[in-house]
């Protein structure tokens, strides 16, 4: 079965994502540190797909997240070389980021959230070495990424190019969604885990306390005690999980809500940042002033609102990627059985859970979006076996992190 809390925790990440980015508000990220969370969560789920499909998975998960830059691309870069951005080979990152790909003045600013896409195609990248290397010696493996991050903050590897500073900064939050998929966290249960997140906490908060940001205490300028408090918060948050979250659709709208911020994350995400930007100034005009609660509330209500209306007109291309039927707006009731089952993929779920990993669950797009069933799945699901004699059960079935800026404008990027 699918876990909820899992897709309720990836929509709320993405909604704080975009609200950070209207606001700036700097506790947000103390409250939620949504980027690793993202990151925690597209680790465990990696995991499952390279357990299904082995080292194919990553080209799976390829084909799911670029078409998406693609379309945008397709919008920006074009304006961006009316602009003034020079045409030269590098244009060509637009279409596989693996470092970050040109942009122009506006347009660096606009589509800064790209920082996103780079470090996941390299942690995907990554992956099939990394989960071998995690399953021989998980310790060393997870603590590597942030040794290598305190190498780098404290001097030892001053120049280390932006790529490997995020390994440090990121990949070992990508590592406990291994610790998650293969059932491990779940394993130590709380009395192991919630000492181990006060302890990373503690520290964690030492350090952003004593090396405050140009921003104060924002996260995204305090890269060590971003990465322990992450890592504190998704001991608890993940580690702690529960199997299950049936309040999640209790009521039909915020299920369906929550249903459509997974399938279309990537979207979201991608193309939020260029209406904060194309906002500010025009708000301002008008006098919604970012100093102004209610000048913020509506650019907030605007920002969702023209999010929105592209997901609508483009959104569709993540169901395409994941070999789905596209859908306007993702989440409603299925007609039929096939189709019930076919909209009914499996969140990441620790291994040693329940059983282990859900091997006919689909895998979500990109930042934790939708998923997309494996080939040769049947259209209909099996029919749980059960023993003799059972009885039925009774009931119904590379600039600074998160960059900032209101007029000043933010983006998520380390």
Same mark, same amino acid.
């Given at each position: 079965?699918? $876990?909820?809390?899992?897709?309720?925790?990836?929509?709320?990440? &993405?909604?704080?994502?975009?609200?950070?980015?209207?606001?700036?508000?700097?506790?947000?990220?103390? &409250?939620?540190?949504?980027?690793? /969370?993202?990151? =925690?969560?597209?680790?465990?789920?990696?995991?499952?797909?390279?357990?299904?499909?082995?080292?194919?998975?990553? #080209? +799976?998960?390829?084909?799911?997240? #670029? *078409?998406?830059?693609?379309?945008?691309?397709? %919008?920006?870069?074009?304006?961006?070389?009316?602009?003034?951005?020079?045409?030269?080979?590098?244009?060509?990152?637009?279409?596989?980021?693996?470092?970050?790909?040109?942009?122009?003045?506006?347009?660096?600013?606009?589509?800064?959230?790209?920082?996103?896409? +780079?470090?996941?195609?390299?942690?995907?990248?990554?992956?099939?070495?990394?989960?071998?290397?995690?399953?021989?010696?998980?310790?060393?493996?997870?603590?590597?990424?942030?040794?290598?991050?305190?190498?780098?903050?404290?001097?030892?590897?001053?120049?280390?190019?932006?790529?490997?500073?995020?390994?440090?900064?990121?990949?070992?939050?990508?590592?406990?969604?291994?610790?998650?998929?293969?059932?491990?966290? +779940?394993?130590?249960?709380? @009395?192991?885990?919630?000492?181990?997140?006060? /302890?990373?906490? =503690?520290?964690?908060?030492?350090? &952003?306390?004593?090396?405050?940001?140009?921003?104060?205490?924002?996260?995204?300028?305090?890269?060590?005690? $971003?990465?322990?408090?992450?890592?504190?918060?998704?001991?608890?948050?993940?580690?702690?999980?529960?199997?299950?979250?049936?309040?999640?659709?209790?009521?039909?709208?915020?299920?369906?809500?929550?249903?459509?911020? $997974? +399938?279309?994350?990537?979207?979201?995400?991608?193309?939020?940042?260029?209406?904060?930007?194309?906002?500010?100034?025009?708000?301002?005009? %008008?006098?919604?002033?970012?100093?102004?609660? /209610?000048?913020?509330?509506?650019?907030? %209500?605007?920002?969702?609102?023209? /999010?929105?209306?592209?997901?609508?007109?483009?959104?569709?291309?993540?169901?395409?990627?994941?070999? @789905?039927?596209?859908?306007?707006?993702?989440?409603?009731?299925?007609?039929?059985?096939?189709?019930?089952?076919?909209?009914? *993929?499996?969140?990441?779920?620790?291994?040693?859970?329940?059983?282990?990993?859900?091997?006919?669950?689909?895998?979500?797009?990109?930042?934790?979006?939708?998923? =997309?069933?494996?080939?040769?799945?049947?259209?209909?699901?099996?029919?749980?076996? @059960?023993?003799?004699?059972?009885?039925?059960?009774?009931?119904?079935?590379?600039?600074? %992190?998160?960059?900032?800026?209101?007029?000043?404008?933010?983006?998520?990027?380390?």
């Amino acid at each position: 079965m699918r $876990n909820r809390y899992l897709d309720l925790l990836r929509s709320l990440a &993405i909604v704080r994502v975009v609200v950070y980015h209207v606001t700036g508000w700097a506790t947000l990220t103390l &409250i939620f540190p949504a980027m690793s /969370v993202m990151f =925690a969560l597209a680790g465990s789920l990696l995991a499952a797909s390279l357990d299904r499909s082995g080292p194919t998975a990553v #080209l +799976r998960r390829l084909r799911r997240l #670029l *078409p998406s830059l693609w379309v945008l691309a397709a %919008v920006f870069v074009p304006a961006m070389l009316l602009t003034g951005l020079p045409l030269t080979p590098k244009v060509l990152l637009w279409l596989f980021p693996v470092s970050d790909p040109p942009a122009n003045g506006w347009g660096a600013l606009a589509l800064s959230v790209i920082w996103y896409l +780079r470090d996941y195609l390299w942690f995907v990248l990554a992956s099939p070495l990394a989960l071998w290397l995690f399953r021989r010696a998980p310790l060393p493996t997870l603590l590597a990424p942030y040794a290598l991050l305190g190498a780098i903050e404290f001097g030892v590897l001053p120049d280390a190019p932006t790529v490997l500073r995020e390994f440090g900064l990121y990949f070992g939050a990508w590592l406990l969604g291994f610790a998650h998929h293969d059932g491990r966290l +779940r394993r130590l249960g709380a @009395r192991v885990l919630m000492p181990a997140a006060l /302890v990373l906490g =503690a520290a964690g908060l030492a350090w &952003i306390r004593t090396h405050p940001g140009p921003r104060g205490y924002d996260l995204n300028d305090i890269h060590l005690g $971003n990465a322990l408090w992450s890592a504190a918060f998704i001991l608890v948050a993940i580690g702690c999980a529960p199997a299950r979250a049936a309040h999640v659709d209790r009521a039909a709208l915020p299920g369906r809500v929550v249903t459509l911020l $997974n +399938r279309r994350a990537l979207t979201i995400y991608l193309w939020h940042m260029p209406f904060v930007v194309a906002l500010t100034p025009l708000v301002d005009v %008008v006098g919604w002033s970012h100093r102004d609660p /209610v000048g913020l509330a509506i650019r907030v %209500v605007l920002v969702f609102a023209l /999010v929105g209306l592209v997901t609508v007109l483009v959104g569709w291309v993540e169901d395409v990627a994941a070999r @789905r039927g596209p859908e306007l707006l993702p989440g409603g009731r299925p007609r039929t059985v096939a189709a019930r089952a076919a909209a009914a *993929p499996a969140s990441p779920a620790g291994a040693g859970a329940a059983g282990g990993p859900d091997r006919i669950g689909r895998e979500p797009v990109g930042a934790g979006a939708g998923s =997309a069933r494996p080939a040769g799945a049947a259209g209909r699901l099996p029919a749980p076996r @059960r023993p003799a004699g059972s009885t039925r059960p009774g009931g119904p079935a590379g600039n600074g %992190v998160e960059q900032v800026a209101t007029v000043e404008l933010s983006a998520e990027r380390p």
